[in-house]
């Protein structure tokens, strides 16, 4: 069977940086170490004031398709993923195509478009499209061009204040990819939750506490959704384990739940009994209550083991380190957790061909898949091409007063312009509204 999965990646920051620690904190009167340390996260990125999801798509999407020397034609399907849509009917996939249109000759006139909606969970579920469209032999040839991207603002005081981010990541899904193959085993945990929910309005609705039990809940399911068509996952298979990062300390809580439940009845349950003592199982215990907090004391004790910490060095840490700059990126979020993975296994001088990836994604309301994935021969080239580096460090750092003023002017209910922070080159930019109230945008040389 021909290898599906992604082919190429490109990644497109906000052109706006919020430094957490140095900016955010003081103003909140809170320990700076509660981002850096707790949340795990140093800055956020964030839309200037003619940026939004259709724009930075748009510029991960050009990016990627002047790199892989692309046409319209080339490309069957724009699928975008996004929790930041902003009209109910027409998809942003159409503006997307649209604005690509100003700058190549063909046009998209045969590629189907749409949007999917789960949360963040969304972006990795325009994958499954993709790669169901073309293991089904539908895509004549073609590719397609799968977008995540998102504002991830929260109303001002929310605690997820803490939590924002904006960028896009666009993947180019083909046969025979040169980045990674998708495993055609997944699993899914899904519920009805309400633990994060924008009911027709711009910002979201949170219980943050609640939201990250329900992480942790349903990523748990779909790992032994996973388990059940795949077989027992044993973390050695795999080089890295990329998550959603809402921010980088809810995946070291996912991290240590995982490798608690996948140790279970192994022999590394066995070497770590010396040490700490076996995992406690609920059968020997009276109450759910006693069985809980024994389960609490067993994760404090594992998660200070050398053994638990080495694996999270090598396996997690490298997941996190995009995300640490730039807050959520909702739908992208897991999306750039592969990327950085790659980005220091490169940076490392290690050879990852035919290594194995374990992705688990999450979206509120809720759902979390799990499915593996195999690195390709041309992933170090792919890798190479970011330069996200050189975007991050580009970023206008806002001092306080100019985060009030850009988050107020895309707050979609206050009338509010602000003059652009940074000068567009070569980027889509948001140009104003027209008759019908869409947007307009154009290309800056
Ligand atoms: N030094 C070190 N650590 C510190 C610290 C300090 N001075 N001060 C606080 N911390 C730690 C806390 O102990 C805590 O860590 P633990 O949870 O491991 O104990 C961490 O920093 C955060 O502190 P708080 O819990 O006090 O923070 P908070 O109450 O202000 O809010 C939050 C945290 C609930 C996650 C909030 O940011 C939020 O609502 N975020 C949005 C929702 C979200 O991201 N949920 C994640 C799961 S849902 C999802 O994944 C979908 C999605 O993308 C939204």
């Not at 840490?317 to 909702?330: A, M």
């Amino acid at each position: 069977m021909t290898a599906v999965g992604i082919d190429a990646i490109e990644i497109w920051t906000g052109n706006l940086k919020l430094d957490l620690p140095g900016t955010f904190a003081p103003q909140k009167g809170e320990d700076p170490e509660k981002y850096t340390k707790g949340l795990g996260l140093n800055a956020s990125s964030f839309p200037d004031s003619y940026e939004d999801i259709v724009t930075m798509g748009a510029n991960a999407a050009h990016r990627l398709m002047e790199r892989k020397g692309l046409e319209p034609d080339d490309i069957g399907r724009i699928d975008v993923a996004t929790e930041s849509s902003f009209d109910n009917s027409k998809p942003v996939s159409t503006y997307v195509a649209g604005c690509l249109e100003q700058v190549y000759d063909g046009d998209f006139h045969h590629a189907n478009k749409g949007e999917r909606k789960f949360a963040c969970i969304a972006g990795t579920q325009s994958l499954d499209d993709a790669y169901n469209w073309i293991r089904a032999g539908r895509n004549r040839g073609r590719s397609a061009l799968v977008i995540a991207t998102d504002t991830a603002l929260y109303a001002r005081g929310d605690a997820g204040e803490a939590t924002q981010g904006a960028g896009a990541v666009a993947m180019l899904i083909s046969e025979d990819p040169d980045l990674v193959e998708l495993s055609a085993e997944q699993g899914y945990g899904s519920a009805d939750e309400t633990d994060f929910l924008k009911p027709n309005q711009q910002f979201p609705s949170v219980d943050g506490k609640r939201s990250v039990q329900v992480y942790l809940a349903r990523m748990r399911e779909a790992v032994e959704d996973y388990e059940s068509v795949a077989g027992d996952v044993h973390l050695d298979d795999f080089a890295y384990a990329p998550f959603h990062t809402p921010f980088p300390g809810m995946v070291r809580k996912a991290a240590l739940l995982a490798y608690r439940h996948v140790i279970r009845n192994t022999s590394v349950e066995e070497e770590l009994a010396d040490e700490i003592g076996r995992q406690p199982r609920a059968e020997a215990f009276d109450t759910d209550e006693a069985y809980r907090d024994a389960l609490r004391d067993y994760m404090d004790s594992l998660k200070e083991t050398d053994r638990y910490r080495e694996w999270y060095a090598e396996a997690i840490d490298p997941t996190l380190s995009i995300s640490r700059e730039v807050g959520n990126w909702y739908t992208g979020s897991v999306h750039i957790a592969r990327a950085s993975a790659l980005k220091e296994a490169l940076e490392d001088g290690r050879d990852m061909t035919d290594e194995r990836l374990l992705v688990g994604s999450y979206g509120s309301g809720a759902q979390a898949e799990i499915h593996a994935e195999t690195v390709q021969d041309g992933w170090e080239k792919e890798i190479e091409a970011l330069n996200v580096d050189e975007q991050l460090a580009e970023r206008y750092d806002m001092d306080w007063e100019d985060y009030e003023e850009i988050h107020d002017a895309h707050n979609h209910e206050m009338d509010v312009d602000v003059e652009e922070f940074t000068t567009p080159s070569e980027e889509f930019v948001f140009d104003g509204w027209g008759r019908m109230g869409e947007r307009k945008y154009r290309y800056v040389e």
